[in-house]
């Protein structure tokens, strides 16, 4: 936190079954693709960097959409399902672990 200014976005995962939940989740996703459009266009970040999580999933997005260039890094063994997807239409993928390369989830 030292020196960053922490700005809330609304997020909620998804669960891994069929259930009323998800339909809130994916109405709260939208809520914060336009939190994410609203952050980005006050701070033009000349890159945007995804760590992982849900949270990080709507703004990455947006970045991509928006045309800024976009990285994802993993610090897991196994990644996740955010880094997963986002790791498709991100320009690179960083890895903390080669471990992760073994998976070959990501794109190289």
């Known amino acids: 936190r030292e020196g960053f200014k922490i ?8 669960k891994r079954k069929i259930c009323f939940e998800n339909l809130t989740a994916i109405v709260i996703f939208i ?3 336009f939190q994410s459009y ?3 266009k006050k701070y033009k970040p000349d890159i945007v960097i995804g760590t992982g999580g ?10 991509v959409i928006l045309g800024i260039p976009t990285f994802v ?7 996740g399902i955010t ?3 986002l790791s498709r239409i991100t320009r690179a993928t960083f890895f903390i672990l080669s471990l992760c390369a073994l998976f070959n989830i990501f794109k190289t």
């Open 38 to 40: 609203k952050i980005i």
């Open 83 to 85: 880094n997963k997807f």
């Open 73 to 79: 890094h993993e610090q897991n063994v196994i990644p």
């Open 7 to 14: 700005i809330k976005i609304k997020a909620r995962g998804i």
């Open 31 to 33: 809520i914060s693709l």
């Open 54 to 63: 849900y949270v990080s999933g709507s703004v990455v997005l947006m970045a």
